[in-house]
């Protein structure tokens, strides 16, 4: 049985977040550990970086905090022990990292569909992910 667990969910897609947060209901078992984690892709980049104000990254984790806070509040069962932890960085890599940081056992994260052309030319999260994890991923749809 596993102990810790990471899930990984993207904050733009609210309906999909939703939709796993409601599937994590199912396998959550008691004295599991739960951590919620959403990446705020992109503004760790230089070039990026430079056109936003220093704090700008500080206010866009806090109010992704806040959010990923209120979707468990409101889809979790109240029994389940949930953490949060919001970061900013390249997607695959931040998820991947966080797992072996926490030491979790799997990590859940929800497949999204792309075209032939978004999968070419940008790839899949839950693809890298899957791929570089050192521990068991579980996908859903």
Request: charged content about 25%; hydrophobic content about 50%; proline content about 4%.
């Amino acid at each position: 049985m596993y102990k810790k667990l990471l899930v990984a969910v993207d904050l733009q897609d609210a309906s999909g977040t939703e939709a796993t947060l409601l599937a994590l209901n199912d396998y959550v078992a008691p004295g599991m550990e739960v951590e919620l984690l959403a990446v705020l892709p992109g503004f760790k980049m230089p070039l990026v970086a430079s056109y936003f104000p220093e704090d700008m990254v500080k206010q866009a984790l806090d109010t992704m905090r806040v959010e990923l806070t209120r979707l468990a509040d409101a889809h979790l069962v109240k029994e389940m022990k949930v953490s949060v932890w919001v970061t900013a960085g390249k997607v695959p890599k931040r998820i991947v990292a966080r797992a072996a940081e926490i030491d979790a056992d799997l990590i859940l994260i929800r497949a999204l569909k792309h075209g032939r052309m978004e999968k070419m030319v940008m790839g899949s999260v839950t693809a890298k992910v899957a791929q570089t994890a050192e521990r068991s991923v579980l996908v859903i749809r």
